[in-house]
Nanobody
Framework: QVHLVESGGGLVQPGGSLRLSCAASGSIFSIYHTGWYRQAPGKLREMVAMITPDGSRNYADSVKGRFTISRDNAKNMVYLQMNSLKPEDTAVYYC????????WGQGIQVTVSS
């Protein structure tokens, strides 16, 4: 089982940037597929970005060209760099790790507003 803790959320103006971090512990993190999901009020949770153990990336169409997912297996960390943020990016963002088990972080709020 992997334990995940997100950090780096907050309030940002439209057009701004934030970097989310996810710290993992408890298992062999490097073998897990990891990703970021988000859930806005009244909406279903959706995949934002995913990265495989060998570094292959996949993004939701709504964030392509603006968000970048990365991981540091030596530090057991996953990151989401978010640029050119829009009000519709406002949501609770969750870190996910999928492998021998599936784990979720507790979620962190990102609010894009002027």
């Amino acid at each position: 089982q992997v334990h995940l803790v997100e950090s780096g959320g907050g309030l940002v103006q439209p057009g701004g940037s934030l970097r989310l971090s996810c710290a993992a512990s408890g298992s062999i993190f490097s073998i897990y597929h990891t990703g970021w999901y988000r859930q806005a009020p009244g909406k279903l949770r959706e995949m934002v970005a995913m990265i495989t153990p060998d570094g292959s990336r996949n993004y939701a169409d709504s964030v392509k060209g603006r968000f970048t997912i990365s991981r540091d297996n030596a530090k057991n960390m996953v990151y989401l760099q978010m640029n050119s943020l829009k009000p519709e990016d406002t949501a609770v963002y969750y870190c996910n790790a999928a492998g021998p088990s599936v784990s979720w972080g507790q979620g962190i709020q990102v609010t894009v507003s002027s």
